[in-house]
């Protein structure tokens, strides 16, 4: 059973940064697209951005365009988001999710347990 750990969240000011990794345990990456979805309290966990296997490809949603940077290692082992210009309205809790299809289709089979990013001041 593939399992998701994801690592760095906390608190940060408005128009902070913050780098979140997503790493497989006793697994490697390859061979899977890779996306981060959050959830704000009372709200539906939506997607903020997936890569592609190669890492050709990266797509985001709109309110974390040109903010957020989704990379992965050569490797294929860690997955990590880079979050710029961060605003309170980023308050979630953060998932990892790994798509056994190499490329973003959207599918989830995998669930890491979700780290807690605050932005406050």
């Known amino acids: 059973q593939l399992q998701l750990v994801e690592s760095g969240g906390g608190l940060v000011q408005p128009g902070g940064p913050l780098s979140l990794s997503c790493a497989a345990s006793?697994?490697?990456?390859?061979?899977?697209?890779i996306g981060w979805f959050r959830q704000a309290p009372g709200k539906e966990r939506e997607g903020g951005a997936c890569?592609?296997?190669?890492?050709?490809?990266?797509k985001y949603a709109d309110s974390v365009k040109g903010r957020f940077t989704i990379s992965r290692d050569n490797a294929k082992t860690t997955v990590w988001l880079q979050m710029n210009n961060l605003k309170p309205e980023d308050t979630a809790v953060y998932f990892c999710?790994?798509?056994?299809?190499?490329?973003?289709?959207?599918?989830?089979?995998?669930w890491g347990q979700g780290t807690q990013v605050t932005v406050s001041s």
């Open positions: 890569i592609s296997n190669s890492g050709g490809i990266t």
């Open positions: 999710a790994a798509d056994t299809r190499p490329y973003c289709s959207g599918r989830v089979d995998y």
């Open positions: 006793g697994f490697s990456l390859d061979g899977y697209a």
